[in-house]
């Protein structure tokens, strides 16, 4: 008797192919893992992947005679099976296979990944989420794509047929960490993801205290286990970058520098696929090999390009940092993108030469997971982050607030619930009750409201059902000259039903009384502290509303936006250093020694 179970098809327990439409033929039957043994022979040029014999029919139904060869998988790919060829492409990598394979640091567990290949094989789509912070978002990718972005060109060219089925969203934000992601994935992660990609080793603390169960680490793991429960069960990927150059000189080149160690941890638990930029690159790095030279990077110690005495000109393509944290897009960010390409890839070679997952691995996929590594780190199944659309979801009722969009483009949308009656109110129900806050009996909930210098007025907010917190009061206006949305954090109760009510005073700093509020956030742990990172907070809520099924893409931001965080940034560090050291001294010796920092 056949049955359904995650998009394949089992019969007489094996999984035989995806239920597809009716233009797309079903596979036929391979062999299983059981059977499948990638140590037999390889042959040809770089990228070979040759298969054993299917028989009378290969993966399309087409009769191949013996086995099926792919000739240089990624670069010119060709079949010895008519049936299995398809248009590869012009990409060529910059890496070789042997950097690519250094670069794939623990095989892991890959049902997952080939199980969301066979479905794209047999006539679904692919979808692949990007999560991290300013690395994964692009920042060094000045001139050339960030690493989703190249692996999104690689696969574009290389998987056959995929106009409609296939796209990547990168859902990463530049100074988050994964605590705000483990809180906020619903609103950066397609709920249809096959494969997520999280990139944190260089953004998320390198060694919190206590040891791996703190603050840090615990929301890292819950990320993890609420990813991997998606409805696709999709494949999670580790992609551990790599910072070379250090605040502390004496660290510069170190190769255990990162939470790489520690995330690995995490990785190896749960069987999960990694991708190390160190372990790819770091001999290159040592070596001086060309387009992995890290006597300096990239940009000036301000972020800028240096044309005199055609200083760029040698740099661009040869140095692997664009500045001191993020690799360059012509090298760094292009190694990163053609590490996780080659993964997807691997397994594409796999089903698309007939391989089908076995029952025992569906079963496995979605099976309970194991009891948490860290204690009592369970997470939850309630949604905790309500920006844009999922916002507009937690409303009970109102009366006087609006949802508006007061953007000025279609490309810049502010929306928010605005009113400017005293009186008005609105009720947003949500649950507080979250089984990773085993340590006490309250959590943090964050709102986030307009503040500026005029027209604002000021509202009231208290917990009026199912849970409690105590009440408080807020003031819209500021003596800043600008408009900005701000979060304020307070302690809940925890409450499968929790009203939060909102109130427009009659009290006024300004003579008026507009009231704007853009989201709600709860976090797992009582010990967690609030997000407070503003600008990330209006990124999000800019760019999840430009969506119409409310997830975040760092592509609906205006790329004048990001570059104006990304400077706020670099200054914020050279501040840094400049407080430690009591001069400026970033330009000597940021780049690791202070005799080469104004060398080529």
């Not at 499948?36 to 028989?55: A, I, K, Q």
């Not at 005199?308 to 292009?334: C, Q, S, W």
């Not at 006087?400 to 007061?406: A, L, M, R, T």
């Not at 931001?557 to 400049?578: G, H, P």
């Amino acid at each position: 008797m056949a049955q359904t179970v995650g998009g394949i098809l089992m019969t007489d327990s094996k999984f035989s192919a995806l239920t597809t439409p009716d233009n797309v033929p079903k596979k036929a039957a391979a062999k299983s893992a059981d059977d499948y043994d990638d140590s037999e022979e390889r042959d040809g040029e770089e990228g070979d992947f040759v298969t054993p014999s299917l028989g009378e029919a290969g993966a399309g139904g087409v009769a191949c005679g013996g086995g099926h060869a792919y000739k240089g998988m990624v670069e010119y790919a060709s079949a010895s099976c008519k049936g299995h060829m398809y248009t590869p492409g012009l990409f060529k990598m910059l890496t070789d296979e042997r950097t690519r394979q250094m670069g794939q640091s623990v095989y892991g567990d890959r049902s997952r990944l080939l199980a969301a290949l066979q479905r794209y094989r047999d006539g679904g789509t692919l979808t692949i989420g990007v999560i991290g912070a300013s690395i994964a978002a692009g920042q060094g990718a000045f001139d050339a794509p960030a690493f989703p972005y190249w692996a999104n060109l690689i696969l574009q060219a290389q998987l056959p047929n995929n106009i409609g089925r296939f796209k990547l969203n990168n859902g990463a934000v530049p100074g988050t960490s994964s605590q705000y992601m483990s809180t906020c994935h619903n609103v950066h992660v397609p709920h249809d993801a096959d494969i997520v990609v999280l990139e944190y080793a260089v953004s998320d603390e390198e060694m919190p205290m206590p040891h791996m169960n703190n603050q840090v680490r615990r929301p890292y793991e819950r990320l993890i286990r609420k990813l991997l429960n998606y409805p696709r069960r999709p494949a999670v990927i580790l992609m551990h970058a790599y910072r070379w150059f250090q605040q502390q000189t004496e660290y510069t080149g170190q190769f255990w520098t990162s939470s790489e160690r520690q995330h690995m941890e995490f990785g190896l638990y749960y069987q999960l696929p990694q991708l190390s930029v160190k372990s790819c690159c770091y001999h290159h790095m040592r070596t001086g090999k060309e387009g992995f030279q890290v006597k300096r990077p990239r940009a000036d110690p301000h972020g800028k390009l240096q044309h005199e005495n055609f200083v760029d000109a040698m740099l661009k393509g040869n140095a692997f940092y664009f500045d001191i944290v993020h690799p360059d897009g012509n090298t760094g960010h292009r190694v990163m993108g053609e590490l996780l390409a080659q993964l997807v890839l691997d397994a594409w070679a796999q089903v698309s030469s007939g391989y089908n997952v076995t029952a025992e691995q569906i079963e496995h996929m979605y099976a309970p997971l194991p009891t948490p590594m860290l204690p009592n780190n369970q997470e939850t199944s309630s949604s905790l982050c309500f920006i844009g659309p999922a916002f507009v979801k937690t409303v009970l009722n109102a009366t006087g607030f609006e949802w508006i969009n007061e953007g000025k483009t279609e490309q810049l949308p502010k929306w928010g619930y605005i009113a400017d009656t005293p009186g008005a109110e609105i009720n947003f129900l949500i649950s507080t009750n979250t089984t990773g806050a085993a340590k006490g009996p309250e959590v943090v909930v964050e709102i986030g409201f307009l503040r500026s210098y005029e027209t604002m007025g000021k509202f009231a907010v208290q917990c009026s059902e199912g849970c409690a917190c105590r009440p408080f009061f807020v003031d819209g206006i500021h003596d800043q000259h600008t408009s900005q949305t701000f979060l304020h954090s307070f302690r809940v109760s925890q409450a499968d039903r929790c009203v939060i009510s909102v109130k427009v005073l009659s009290a006024t700093s300004s003579g008026k009384h507009k009231v704007k509020l853009t989201g709600l956030m709860v976090t797992e742990d009582p010990d967690n502290q609030g997000f407070n990172n503003w600008a990330a907070w209006d990124w999000v809520s800019l760019a999840s509303a430009k969506d119409p099924n409310g997830v975040f893409s760092i592509s609906n931001i205006a790329r004048r936006s990001m570059m104006e965080i990304l400077r706020q940034d670099r200054e914020a560090l050279r501040q840094r250093y400049k407080a430690l050291y009591g001069v400026d001294v970033f330009g000597t010796w940021a780049y690791g020694r202070a005799e080469e920092g104004r060398k080529v």
